[in-house]
T-cell receptor
Framework: QKEVEQNSGPLSVPEGAIASLNCTYS??????FFWYRQYSGKSPELIMS????GDKEDGRFTAQLNKASQYVSLLIRDSQPSDSATYLC???????????FGTGTRLTIIP | SAVISQKPSRDICQRGTSLTIQCQVD?????MFWYRQQPGQSLTLIAT?????????ESGFVIDKFPISRPNLTFSTLTVSNMSPEDSSIYLC??????????FGPGTRLTVL
């Protein structure tokens, strides 16, 4: 049984600070890793995908992957109130398009 | 990314009845996925719908409860049968675009009384 673990939060971060979200996964065969953002009452939207060890940056977002330690993280720089949402970590295997989701971390940016 | 629409966006249903949810994609896709998100929970995959073959269900989900149709490469339906309050959830369809990242439809919010 694949497991994806996240701290459910809530995580409160002051506006302008860095928000750090973490995720661990149990299946060493996992190849692809995703961060989704979900606003209350809305469907998840993809923020970042990462496939190789190291960092991947896109604007204010940086995804970090460490396959040896089986964790993936998301950093949000210069946090804005609009970043307040639930962040879902998801993983899948190479060639398998089914995603396994974590329980999500609720992030609140405090103005 | 594909544009995905779902109908209805929300519904309130009585216990024991059934609801069929429609998912339409603006491009042809080989696979469509149906997820459930119970209140305060994460997403759980119900089944994978392939055109021309029976859907593949995940552990804990059965065809009698969640029959799925996939008549063509742009459309699928999920029926929630003989509903109980425990079926109150958001139901989301999803497609894999080019590559292996998935995008989601807007969801159907179901409340069962």
């Amino acid at each position: 049984q694949k497991e994806v673990e996240q701290n459910s939060g809530p995580l409160s971060v002051p506006e302008g600070a860095i928000a750090s979200l973490n995720c661990t996964y149990s299946d060493r065969g996992s190849q692809s890793f995703f961060w989704y953002r979900q606003y209350s009452g809305k469907s998840p939207e993809l923020i970042m995908s990462i496939y190789s060890n190291g960092d991947k940056e896109d604007g204010r977002f940086t995804a970090q992957l460490n396959k040896a330690s089986q964790y993936v993280s998301l950093l949000i720089r210069d946090s804005q109130p609009s970043d307040s949402a639930t962040y879902l970590c998801a993983v899948n295997d190479f060639g398998n398009e089914k995603l396994t989701f974590g329980t999500g971390t609720r992030l609140t940016i405090i103005p | 990314s594909a544009v995905i629409s779902q109908k209805p966006s929300r519904d309130i249903c009585q216990r024991g009845t059934s609801l069929t949810i429609q998912c339409q994609v603006d491009s042809q896709v080989t696979m469509m996925f149906w997820y459930r998100q119970q209140p305060g929970q994460s997403l759980t995959l119900i089944a994978t719908a392939n055109q021309g073959s029976e859907a593949t269900y995940e552990s804990g989900f059965v065809i009698d409860k969640f029959p799925i149709s996939r008549p063509n490469l742009t459309f699928s339906t999920l029926t929630v049968s003989n509903m109980s309050p425990e079926d109150s959830s958001i139901y989301l369809c999803s497609v894999p675009p080019e590559g292996d990242t998935q995008y989601f439809g807007p969801g159907t919010r179901l409340t069962v009384l």
